[in-house]
C-alpha cells in the first residue's frame, strides 16, 4: 500500500456527461501528479499540483481539469467525455517539489474511467 | 527531449533463471531513472530509483538495476526470478519539472 488512495475504483458513464476523480496524497506529501493510462497513449503525465498552486502541465485536454485543495487532496476533472477518454488514470505523490533527489513519486491504485 | 524507451515488448524466462528488462534513455544532463511494476488491476509499485552514485542500484523484492551511461541504458534485473514477478514493468525518466517520463512497458512473463 502507497499510502496515496483514489476514489472511485471504477467509473462508467456515458459520452458528454462530466465527472471527478478524487486523489488523497501520502501524508506530508506536498505534490500531486495525475497520469493518464491507456492501450494507445501508454503512461501520460497530465498536470502536477505542489501545495495548492499548478506546477507543471502535459497533455492535457482543454475538458480537463484539476485542482488541489487546502488539505492537499486533488480532484480531476473531465468534462463532455468522448469514448477516447476511457483509460486507467492514475493519481501520484511526492514529498516536494519533484525536483530533489528524495522526489519519488507514489502512485495510488488508479481510477478506471469507461466512457460508453 | 527526454525520453526512455524499452524494447522488449515481453520477456519470458523461467522460474529460477536470472531476468533482464531493458531501458534506454536519452537526457540532456544527468539522469534521474525509475523502476515501477504493475500488477493487474494494482497502480504502480516504486522498484527503485537511480539518482548519482554506484552504478548498482538494489531495491524492492530482489530486485536491482544498473546504470550504464555510455551505453544510456537502466536494466532491470533479478538473478532468480520468481512466478510472483510475473507483472508489466516500466521504466521512467524524470523530467525537467519533475513529471515522469514512461517507456511503453515490458510484460514480465516467468513460467514456472
Known amino acids: 500500500d502507497s499510502g496515496v488512495t483514489q476514489t472511485p475504483k471504477h467509473l462508467i458513464t456515458a459520452t458528454g456527461q462530466r465527472v471527478t476523480l478524487r486523489c488523497s496524497p501520502r501524508?506530508?506529501?506536498?505534490?500531486v501528479y495525475w497520469y493518464q493510462q491507456s492501450l494507445d497513449q501508454g503512461l501520460q503525465f497530465l498536470i502536477q499540483y505542489y501545495n495548492g498552486e499548478e506546477r507543471a502541465k502535459g497533455n492535457i485536454l482543454e475538458r480537463f481539469s484539476a485542482q488541489q485543495f487546502p488539505d492537499l487532496h486533488s480532484e480531476l476533472n473531465l468534462s463532455s467525455l468522448e469514448l477516447g477518454d476511457s483509460a486507467l488514470y492514475f493519481c501520484?505523490?511526492?514529498?516536494?517539489?519533484?525536483?530533489?533527489?528524495?522526489?519519488?513519486?507514489?502512485f495510488g491504485p488508479g481510477t478506471r474511467l469507461t466512457v460508453l | 527531449a527526454q525520453s526512455v524507451a524499452q524494447p522488449e515488448d515481453q520477456v519470458n524466462v523461467a522460474e529460477g533463471n536470472p531476468l533482464t528488462v531493458k531501458c534506454t534513455y536519452s537526457?540532456?544532463?544527468?539522469?534521474?531513472l525509475f523502476w515501477y511494476v504493475q500488477y493487474p488491476n494494482r497502480g504502480l509499485q516504486f522498484l527503485l530509483k537511480?539518482?548519482?552514485?554506484?552504478?548498482l542500484v538494489k531495491g524492492s523484492y530482489g530486485f536491482e538495476a544498473e546504470f550504464n551511461k555510455s551505453q544510456t541504458s537502466f536494466h532491470l534485473k533479478k538473478p532468480s526470478a520468481l512466478v510472483s514477478d510475473s507483472a508489466l514493468y516500466f521504466c521512467a525518466v524524470r523530467g525537467y519539472t519533475g513529471k515522469l517520463i514512461f517507456g511503453q512497458g515490458t510484460t514480465l512473463q516467468v513460467k514456472p
Open positions: 537526457v540532456s544532463g544527468n539522469p534521474y
Open positions: 501520484a505523490s511526492s514529498v516536494g517539489r519533484g525536483g530533489s533527489d528524495s522526489d519519488t513519486q507514489y
Open positions: 537511480y539518482i548519482t552514485g554506484d552504478n
Open positions: 501524508s506530508g506529501d506536498l505534490s
